[in-house]
């Protein structure tokens, strides 16, 4: 049996897709193959790798384009690496790994310098040099317990923001400017396009897993839209309090934030508030009387790969100048071993090889993982992860690659 990779095009596309949706345990609505052709799916970044003796296809990978906003607020082209599945029935066949070889190349021929994604298990991408870079939380509160100790809002806070409800059309028009302006403040954040806020707000009864269709309010600031919250109601019967569920909460001044915040603990009849892939450092938690009520629960979120290493070791800034000299060993990308040396003036690198004696020595997975700033890399010292070779290596990386927040992904692909 022999599988070939061949590209999707409009004759297989429903099939391709099919098998995506059965690659992770569901079956296709109709709407969805229309809806993933129009609105998401970029059909020449698409895969199908195909058994020749039945001509089905048997695995389904490929990527999205996406800018990615770095530390510094530079944004770099990301292949977003996603459908990624292979039959049950040719499992363990290398068909995974071929799908990724070839959207790696595709993706350094259209001058993507990173690739991302998120990962349905963490130990399948570590072997093509994907570090984690991006932690985030989901939330669980009691808004009885959300009285503020803290706030930026001033004791009369109607003078500075104010929330109001809007209807899914206005939220259609007001959510990607407000979630644009994040995008290009925040490290780790991708853009959505067009096709993609439509394909995000879709919300056909099907798809609201019981819940309520989605509700969304604005803050606004001095005539600004400022931040949004999409959520959903899901009420188990009468007697149900109820519980409100944060699908997205963005805000672009700590204000909307504490705003949106404010609002969303006000109501009656909600028992529970929850939240997903809320900002690692997020600061409602500083914000509460009673933190310790808000119940974080840390998951990975995006996995990076650096497709071209000085390219992005060049395009982020840093935290402390100086000269640091970094060893990569891969035996998946031999290409990429050696040792770079990072001479930053100024908070900006230049990067070039070097034979002499490396710093620190690490995979380039471990270089993607502290590459955003969102883990430092003491942690990756003591797990074994990065060697320090040199007296004061892991201070001086610190210092380099530490950002003043953490970085964050809001957008799930
Ligand atoms: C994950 C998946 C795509 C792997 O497909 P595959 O074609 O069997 O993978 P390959 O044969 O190319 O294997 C590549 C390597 O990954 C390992 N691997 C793959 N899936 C694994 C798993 N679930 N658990 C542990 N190791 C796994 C293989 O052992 C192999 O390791 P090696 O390089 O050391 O030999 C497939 O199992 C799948 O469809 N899973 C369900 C959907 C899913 O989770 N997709 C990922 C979305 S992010």
């Keep these: 049996m022999t599988i070939e990779l061949r590209p999707v095009t409009d004759e297989n596309f429903v099939e391709w897709r099919k098998a995506v949706r059965h690659g992770f345990g569901m079956q296709v609505h109709p709407d969805d193959i229309a809806r993933l052709r129009n609105d998401r799916a970029e059909i020449d970044r698409l895969i199908a790798a195909v058994d020749t003796s039945s001509e089905r296809i048997v695995a389904t990978g490929g990527a999205d384009s996406y800018s990615l906003t770095l530390p510094g607020g530079a944004t770099v082209p990301m292949a977003g690496v996603a459908y990624m599945t292979t039959s049950v029935t040719h499992r ?71 929330v109001y409800f809007v209807d899914a059309d206005e939220a259609a028009a007001i959510l990607p400017g407000i979630y644009e302006q994040m995008h290009l403040q925040t490290a780790g954040s991708v853009d959505r396009n067009t096709g993609r806020w439509r394909y995000e707000l879709f919300d056909e009864e099907r798809v ?22 999409a959520y959903r109601m899901r009420r188990l019967g009468d007697t149900d309090m109820g519980t409100l569920e944060v699908s997205e909460q963005v805000s672009v001044t700590d204000t909307a934030h504490a705003a949106i915040w404010k609002f969303l603990m006000s109501f009656d009849l909600v028992g529970k508030i929850t939240a997903t892939n809320r900002p690692a450092d997020d600061p409602l938690w500083w914000m509460l009387s009673d933190p310790r009520r808000l119940i974080r629960k840390s998951h990975d979120s995006l996995w990076v790969r650096l497709l071209d290493i000085p390219a992005a070791l060049e395009a982020r800034t840093y935290n402390a100048d100086g000269r640091l000299k970094i060893g990569l060993v891969s035996k998946t990308q031999p290409e990429v071993a050696g040792t770079y040396v990072l001479e930053i003036d100024d908070s900006q690198a230049s990067v070039k090889k070097t034979t002499d004696k490396p710093d620190v020595i690490m995979t380039p997975a471990d270089l993607a993982t502290i590459y ?36 964050w992904c809001a957008h799930y692909f």
Excluded at 133 to 159: M, R, T, Y
Excluded at 213 to 225: D, H, R, S, T
Excluded at 391 to 404: P, R
């Design 92 to 162: 363990r066949q290398g068909a995974f790994s071929g799908m990724m070889a070839q959207i790696h190349d595709d993706a350094r021929e259209r001058g993507d310098i990173i690739s991302g994604l998120w990962a349905s298990q963490s130990h399948l991408y570590g072997r093509f040099d994907y570090g984690l870079a991006i932690n985030s939380c989901d939330w669980e509160i009691d808004p009885g317990f959300g009285a503020f100790s803290h706030s930026p809002l001033s004791a009369d806070d109607e003078s500075d923001a104010h």
């Design 208 to 229: 609201r897993g019981g819940a309520s269709p989605l509700f969304f309010a604005i803050c606004e600031e001095a005539g600004e839209q400022t931040g949004y919250v």
């Design 372 to 407: 955003l700033g969102g883990i430092a890399p003491g942690p990756l010292v003591e797990a074994g992860r990065i060697d320090t070779i040199s007296t004061g290596s892991l201070a001086k990386l610190h210092a380099m690659f530490s950002t003043d927040s953490a970085p």
